[in-house]
């Protein structure tokens, strides 16, 4: 691991780095699409995606970063941000226009481009979003639901009640995200789980909360994600992100 990537709020995202994310999926949709797809098999076939499943937090973990691994793939000084819809912004103004926006201007030239974090029916995938940004009454119960888990005694109580803020949003943003095999396809997925994973990261900053964690999801094998060394990843290979190769920064 050469440095730390600092997993950053897409509220403070420069616009270089703005513009390295658009590009860096630009690519993928042009020339590396059925390689995109294939996260979509993957969630579908090996994905834990149930407020019972106490694999959920580890195994979207290791799911994320083999995303992040995959965008970086495009330009290795990427990083995957995140999304807080439950943050005083998000609840104040909805759905930020680095998503809501079906183009952006390139600041030099100032051509118009389609924006490849938007989607809607009209877009390749056939994705689309139902959400109202007028209306932002579930991400204030997003947040209340953030609350609870944050203030849970365990792994498994947390587990569950940060799945049900995690669904709170999916079911806001509606359409295609509400489709669990075909989620991915929406780039707004992985801005708002590398959310959840913030918020688990949070969690973890109780050492304490670390040592609830159930030996069965210690050794459970994180199917079909490997190590550097091609070896299973397990749960226990996924607890601490600074040996992931990254962090955040709150």
Known sequence: MSYLRIRKSVYALTDQEILAIRSAFDIIFENALADYLLFSDILENNGHATATDLNFLTWNRAFFLSFEDFLRSKNPDLFLPYWDYTSEE???????????????????????????LYRSTKQRFCTSRTNDNSDTTLLVEARRRRILALDAKNYTSFN??????????????????TDVPIATLDP???????????????????????????????????????????????????????????????
């Not at 601490?240 to 990254?246: A, D, F, H, R, S």
């Open 90 to 116: 998000a609840i104040k103004n909805g759905m930020p226009a680095l998503f809501s926006d079906p183009t952006y201007v390139v600041k030099e030239g100032g051509k118009e481009k389609a924006n490849p």
């Open 160 to 177: 569950k009640r940060i799945w049900v803020m995690d669904a709170t949003a999916h079911v806001w943003i509606g359409g295609t995200m």
């Open 188 to 250: 707004l997925f992985w801005f708002i789980h590398c959310n959840l994973d913030r918020y688990w990261w949070k969690f973890q900053q109780n050492k304490e909360m670390n040592t609830t964690i159930p030996d069965t999801v210690l050794q459970e094998e994180l199917t079909p994600f490997r190590n550097d060394e091609g070896k299973p990843l397990y749960g226990k290979d996924v607890l601490n992100t600074k040996i992931l190769g990254y962090t955040y920064l709150r």
